[in-house]
Nanobody
Framework: QEQLGESGGGSVQAGGSLRLSCAASGRTFRNYGMGWLRQAPGKEREFVAGISWRGGSEYYTDSVKGRFTISRDDAKNTVYLQMNSLKPEDTAIYYC?????????????????WGQGTQVTVSS
């Protein structure tokens, strides 16, 4: 059974940076698109970033473009989310998510499993 384990969340001041990591197991990692979702208090879960199964394409929601970078290391079965210039509105639980086989996930509906999440809190 597939498992996704996030780490790297925490509390930072506005303008700061965090790097989230997600270790995956249970499937042939390199063959699947991966991504990150987030859910802020009182809001629905939303797409943040996605990376294609070969890592050649990246996708971002408009609000994080230019500030967040998604990457993957297939040798380590790990996907990362580098978050710079953080804003209070980035405060949320961040979930690592796995897409389907040979996918290029760019929206919420393109993912079929996710982890338990890690909390990111940005103070002003």
């Amino acid at each position: 059974q597939e498992q996704l384990g996030e780490s790297g969340g925490g509390s930072v001041q506005a303008g700061g940076s965090l790097r989230l990591s997600c270790a995956a197991s249970g499937r042939t990692f390199r063959n699947y698109g991966m991504g990150w979702l987030r859910q802020a208090p009182g809001k629905e879960r939303e797409f943040v970033a996605g990376i294609s199964w070969r890592g050649g394409s990246e996708y971002y929601t408009d609000s994080v473009k230019g500030r967040f970078t998604i990457s993957r290391d297939d040798a380590k079965n790990t996907v990362y989310l580098q978050m710079n210039s953080l804003k209070p509105e980035d405060t949320a639980i961040y979930y690592c998510a796995a897409g389907s086989y040979f996918s290029s996930p760019r929206a919420m509906g393109h993912f079929d499993s996710w982890g338990q999440g890690t909390q990111v809190t940005v103070s002003s």
